[in-house]
């Protein structure tokens, strides 16, 4: 049976689905994306898929769609992560066309607007970076010019230009960011504000430059344009600015009452710790910062939207009841569901997102586009699902045999019977999952379970009879007479010597699942070829069960291929928990015994004790049926394999080629 439809039911949340006034237009309701760049656009130059991706997420039922995170008011400041330029006019079509499809579906439209300041490099463009003063920032770590006032004037002036254009372009409003330690924020830290004009110094001088875009901006658009502000509540730095100090500074800028939207996240850009709470993973709480947001909001008395880990509709109803917000920002939720608002007005449940940031704000920090891990459409357009209800099954529909029931497997099966085919899962384990349920054991990583159950309760709505327990069979598999299969097995750990020259020996997802027992000063030593999360959830996992462990990593350091706004937490917790991190690092036989031979100085030193080795290293695809398969079932039948069981790779990969899979899309 297809999942059913059940009789729309906004009483379940009455805050989030009540409309809410914000200067001069009233929101449907009070569901918001914020802005973030894709990393799509090349030049500054908006591109027609980002158009889309922002207009689908209004037809999806979003109140309040805010676009394009470090967009530029500034030629001499270069658009960053593959934002968008605002002051280019060749952006004006796209721009347009944006903002006429928002409104066509109800909701309405905001882009923020920025200079970066120091927070970047002159790599690509060759012009230095201009700051509040020359200190260089703690990532990016180039030393700026430090901006004159008449230039200071200049940079006003384009702020309320760039506005002026979204305007006249029928935009509803601007958000104006000092957010992730972009130039406005540079002057509020006198940390960083070392300036003795009119723009140092004082509470007043620190804040004047913002005052002055504020005002700016409002002059140049009226009343009618609604002008929204971000800033951080706490940039999470060691002497950095808190809330308290932030409380001051809202209210400083504010003195003439220009803000019509208050938007708060917290952490900054300045280091990479800071960096780690500004778009935060599972390693920060859910609804991060809503008490500090309700605390800033009712600093100047104003609507505040709260952002941070605003995954669901339960969170979002709290936030808004509890920490005195009046909107929510649920960016990363919608990104992995589009539909959520009307999903849940529905009844319906939305695909749940899992902050592993590894497929959207990780990529993009690491110069790559943003996709998403559990949402292939947000990758590739023509894997997006509509809202309507899916073809029910069929007489002479297509018979497909799914072998795996991991992210792939379970993704390949649920796009196949949504389109009314009949299907056949096989999953050798009791449970469906695959690795994917081994990774969800990290510590903060109760999302996954909720998407894999997801999958799960899917499945079984739309029809799909799954064989948990069992393993697919030649046999077995044609005795369906399949039209189809895809192979989703998965990977096995590679053969190695260790266990053959004495070593005990465990694979990481083994000790994840069931940490060996341990002795009195049992000596573990993880070694880590992947680079990932892998090892370090092992570590944990011996940690937890009583063992001393070590990392090494041939890498030049444990969990190098972790997007930088998790690794900081990563490495954090397991030397808080005692874990000796050995980066450039191979386990070696040597004449006297096991070494770690350093591969940089090429020097060798004892390894110790090494009760348990455990290997986290890459992976070969599981393929035991592919040629039997190929050559028992009758021509015209397609064998094709997906995720690991093709190459082990990230979940990302895994989910996007079991949709295409599912829906017969060419990959």
Known sequence: MPPTSPTPDPARWP?????????????????????????????????????????RKARGGVGLV??????????DSAASYGSVSLWDPRNDDELRRLADGVHEHGAFVMSQMTHMGRRGNSTTSGVALRGASDLPEGVHREVPVVLSAPELAVIAA???????????????????????????????????????????????????????????????????FVIGFRMTADQHLPAGLGPDDLAEIVEAIDTDGVIDLLSVSGGTGATERSSSFFVPGDAVPENANGTLAGFLGRRIDRPV??????????????????DGVSLVAMTRAIIADPDLPRKLLAGQAPRPCISL???????????????????????????????????????????????????????????SAGQGDRVVLFERAAELGGR??????????????????????????????????????????????????????????????????????????????TPPPVRDGAEALVLDAEGGFVAPTAAEALVAAGWRVRIATDLAVVAEKVDPTQVWFVRRRLKQRGVELLGTTQLRRGPQGWELLDTES??????????????????????????????????????????????????????????????????
């Open 15 to 55: 805050l989030l689905f009540s409309p809410v006034t914000v200067g001069a237009i009233t929101l449907p309701n009070r569901i918001v994306s914020t802005p973030h760049a894709t990393g799509w656009g090349s030049g500054g130059l908006l591109s027609p898929a980002e158009v889309d991706y922002h207009v």
């Open 66 to 75: 805010m676009t394009f995170g470090s967009a530029s008011v500034d030629p």
């Open 158 to 224: 384009r702020f309320a230009a760039s506005a002026r254009r979204l305007q006249d372009l029928g935009w509803d409003g601007a958000e104006v960011t000092s957010f992730g330690g972009h130039l406005i924020e540079q002057f509020f830290d006198p940390a960083i504000n070392h300036r003795t004009d009119a723009y140092g110094g004082s509470l007043t001088n620190r804040t004047r430059f913002a005052r002055e875009v504020l005002s700016a901006v409002r002059e140049a658009t009226g009343p009618g």
């Open 305 to 322: 939207v709260a952002a941070g880990r605003i995954l669901d509709a339960g969170t979002a109803e709290a936030a808004l009841r509890e």
């Open 357 to 415: 940031n590894e497929g959207c704000i990780g990529r993009l920090y690491q110069g790559m586009p943003m996709w998403c891990s559990v949402n292939p459409a947000i990758r590739e357009a023509d894997l997006d699902e509509p809202p309507a209800t899916p073809v029910p099954p069929r007489p002479d529909a297509p018979t497909v045999v799914v072998v795996g029931g991991g992210a792939s497997g379970m993704e390949a099966a649920r796009r």
């Open 436 to 513: 994917a349920r081994v990774a969800g054991v990290r510590e903060g990583r109760q999302r996954w379970s909720l998407w894999l159950d997801w999958q799960a309760a899917q499945l079984r709505e739309l029809g799909v009879e799954v064989r948990t327990g069992t393993a697919a069979t030649v046999d077995a598999v044609a005795a369906l007479r399949p039209d189809h299969v895809i192979l989703a097995a998965g990977s096995r750990p590679r053969a190695t010597s260790f266990a053959a020259e004495g070593l005990v020996v465990a694979d990481a997802d083994d000790v994840v699942r």
């Open 602 to 667: 090429e020097q060798a030193r004892p390894a110790g004790a090494i009760d348990l080795l455990v290997l986290a290293g890459h992976r070969q695809a599981r393929d035991d049926l592919g040629e039997q398969l190929r050559a028992a079932l009758p021509a015209g039948v397609t064998v094709r394999r997906v995720g690991d069981a093709l190459a082990p790779r990230t979940l990302l990969d895994a989910v996007a080629e079991g949709a295409r899979a599912g829906v017969g899309t060419p990959g």
